[in-house]
C-alpha cells in the first residue's frame, strides 16, 4: 500500500479553506461546468456537479458537452421546516431546479438541475429561507438527523433543541460560503481557522443521528455517531453512544462493507458536544488519508480496535464514559395518520413514494404541498424514511389539513399496502454520477409487482421494509432493509434479506447480479412459505432467520455492545 496522501487530501489543503475557483469557475460562460478539483471543493458548500446520464450518449454523438446541472442539498437540522421555509424552497423548486423538492433519507431537501448560472441565486434563496447548504455534503459533519416529532412531548423538544445545537458546533468556520454566495466581499484580511477541522477538514463524511426511544426512524446504527436518547419519567437523562456505523460498500471488495455502530457507553446531555467532538477529533485525526475507500470511522474503528478507540476518546476527555443505560426500539419505518402530542396539539403522517414532490404524472403532490404551506401554522418536519410530518396542528385545524391532503391525492397513507408504506428508494438514474442501476425511477414499476405477489398470499397488510439501492453505496441503507435490491447493473441486482424491523440487524445477500423475473421468482417462494409458517406477529426478516432461510446473523451484523447495560 502506498502511503501517500490521496490527491483529495491535496485538494482540500490546496483549497484555502473551500475556496479554490469556485468563484472563478462560475463566472465562466464558455462551460456548463466548473473545473474537476472545484466540483470536489463544491461538495462542501453543499452542491455536487451532476450530468443528464439519459442525455449522456446522444450529446456525445452530437459533439455537446454532457448536459451538466448543479444538485443543491440543504442542511435542515432534525428535518424542521417552518411553512415560510416551505415556501421559499417550493420558489427555488419552481424557477431553478428540474425535478421538484426531493426528500432523502437524511431528512432534509435536495433540489436537482440547477444550471451553473442560476446556482448562485439558488443558494441566496435559500440562505433568505433562513437555512444553509453548507457542510451538508463533503468531508465534515453532515445534517444532524434526529427522530421526528419533537412536538410529541417536551422532551422531544429538548432532544430538537440537541440536535440544533450539534449541528451548529460542527458547521465549518471557513468565510469562503459567505464570500462565494452571499455578499461576494472579504469580510476581513484575518486568516481562516477551523477550530475542529483544520484545513484539511476530515478524512471523509461524518454523519451524526439523535434516535428516541422506541422509534429508530433514523436508523441510528448507520450514523458514524449514533445518539440514543434515554428518557426516563419524563426527563432526559442523556445519550448512549454508538460509533463506526455506516452503510457504504464496492461491489467485489470484501475490504469494504456495511457495519453497525458499536456502543461504548452513556453520557449526560451537558457532555453531549465535548463527547461528539472528541469522537470527531479522533477521526479527524486517525482517519485514513490515503485510500478513501477505508476513511470512515467504522475503519478507523476495526483498524485500531474498539478498546483503543474508547481509550483514546477518553483520554481526551479526561473522563470515562458512563456506563450504557437500557433501551428498547420496536420500530425503523415511520408512523402515519394523525397522531395527539402530551400538549393536545396533532401531527399527520404523509407518505410521499422516495421522498419526491412533483407535478407530474397527474400528480400535484408539490402545488398541494405549497397550498397546505399558505395555510399551515405549525412546522412541516421531514423523516429518514423519505416521508413528511404536517406537525402541530390546532384541533380545529384538521379537517381543513385533511380536505387538503385529500385534494391534492397527498393522503396514500391511507389506503396503501404494508410494503409500499415502508420502501425507500436512493435518487439512482439520471442525475446520481455512481448509479449502476436504476432506483427511484424503478420503484413504481417493482411495487405493483410485489403488492399482486403478497396479495396472492394473503400478506398486503403486513408491513414489510423494502429498500432500493441503485449501487451498493447505501444511501437508502438497503443493509437494513428486510427486502433489499442493490443495484449492479441496468436491470440486474443483488437480492438482500432479512434483516430485522428495528434497525439492529444487517441482511443478508440471498442472489446475486439477478434479474427481475428471479427476484419475483424468490420473493414468492418466500412470501408463500412467511404467509405459511410464521408465528404471531413475527416481522418477515426474523421469520427468514428463525426458519433458516438465512443463517443468524454474524457479530458483524449486529451492533457490538462494548460495556454491560445498566
Ligand atoms: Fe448518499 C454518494 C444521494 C444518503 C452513502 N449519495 C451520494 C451521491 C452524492 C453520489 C455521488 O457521490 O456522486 C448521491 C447523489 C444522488 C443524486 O443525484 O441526488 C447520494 N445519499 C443520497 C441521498 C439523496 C439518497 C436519497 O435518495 O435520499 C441521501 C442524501 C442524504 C442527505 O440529505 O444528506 C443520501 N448516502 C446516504 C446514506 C444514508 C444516511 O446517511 O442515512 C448513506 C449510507 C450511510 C453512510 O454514509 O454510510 C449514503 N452516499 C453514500 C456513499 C457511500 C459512503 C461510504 O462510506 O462508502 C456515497 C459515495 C461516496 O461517498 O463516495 C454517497
Ligand atoms: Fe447514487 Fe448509489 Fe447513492 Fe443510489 S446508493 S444515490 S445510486 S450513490
Known sequence: MSSTLSHLEKIKVDGNYLRGT?????????TGAISDDDTKLLKFHGSYQQDDRDLRDERRRQKLEPAYAFMVRARLPGGVVTPQQWLGFDHIATTWAGRGLRITTRQTFQLHGILKRNLKATMQAIHDSLATTLAACGDVNRQVVSSVNPLLSSQHQIVQEW???LSAHFLPRTRAYHEIWLDGKKITDEPDHEPIYGNAYLPRKFKIGIAIPPLNDIDVFAQDLGLIAIIENGILQGFNIAVGGGMGATHGDDTTYPRLGSLIGFVPPEQIIEVAESIVTVQRDYGNRVERQHARLKYTIDHHGLDWFKSELEQRLGYSLQPLRDYHFDHNGDRFGWIEGEDGQWHLGL???SGRLEDVDGKQFLTGMRELARVHKGEFR?????????????AADRAQIDELVRQYGLDGYIKQSGIRRHSIACVALPTCGLAMAESERYLPELLPKLETLLAKHNLLDAPILLRLSGCPNGCSRPYLGEITLVGRAIGRYDLRIGADFIGQRINTLYRENITEPEILGSLDTLFGAYAQNREQNEKFGDFLVRTEVIAA???????????AVV
Not at 469556485?22 to 464558455?30: F, K, R, S, T
Not at 421531514?382 to 390546532?394: D, M, Y
Not at 446473523?553 to 460495556?563: F, K, M, N, T
Open 351 to 353: 407518505y410521499i413514494e
Open 163 to 165: 440536535t440544533e445545537k
Open 382 to 394: 421531514l423523516t429518514c424514511n423519505q416521508n413528511l410530518i404536517i406537525s402541530n396542528v390546532a
Open 22 to 30: 469556485i468563484e472563478e469557475g462560475l463566472n465562466d460562460p464558455v
Open 553 to 563: 446473523p454474524s457479530q458483524r451484523l449486529i451492533p457490538i455492545i462494548l460495556d
